[in-house]
Nanobody
Framework: QVQLVESGGGLVQAGGSLRLSCAASGRTFSSYAMGWFRQAPGKEREFVAAISWSGGSRYYADSVKGRFTISRDNAKNTVYLQMNSLKPEDTAVYYC??????????????????WGQGTQVTVSS
């Protein structure tokens, strides 16, 4: 069992930056692939970014490519999402998720077995 706790959300002006963190419990974190998803009001939850267990492979949604960076520190059981050049359309609740198996479909929710409670990101124009 893995428990995930997100932090780092908040209110920021357009063009600003935030760094989200996701702290994981459990000794097997380093073997888990991790992902970030987001859900805006009235919309479906969507894929944002994913990273393999080693950090050697990273994947991004087209909407965030070049602005967001996913990374992980296995010694700290933490995955990060650095968000730069934020836009009002990035406003959403951001969730991290853990996948105990090698990635098959990293952008699909069903790939992930464990989810955090989410952290709100609001970007004002």
């Amino acid at each position: 069992q893995v428990q995930l706790v997100e932090s780092g959300g908040g209110l920021v002006q357009a063009g600003g930056s935030l760094r989200l963190s996701c702290a994981a419990s459990g000794r097997t974190f380093s073997s888990y692939a991790m992902g970030w998803f987001r859900q805006a009001p009235g919309k479906e939850r969507e894929f944002v970014a994913a990273i393999s267990w080693s950090g050697g492979s990273r994947y991004y949604a087209d909407s965030v490519k070049g602005r967001f960076t996913i990374s992980r520190d296995n010694a700290k059981n933490t995955v990060y999402l650095q968000m730069n050049s934020l836009k009002p359309e990035d406003t959403a609740v951001y969730y991290c998720a853990a996948d105990p198996d090698p990635f098959d479909s990293y952008s699909e929710e069903y790939e992930y077995d464990y989810w955090g409670q989410g952290t709100q990101v609001t970007v004002s124009s």
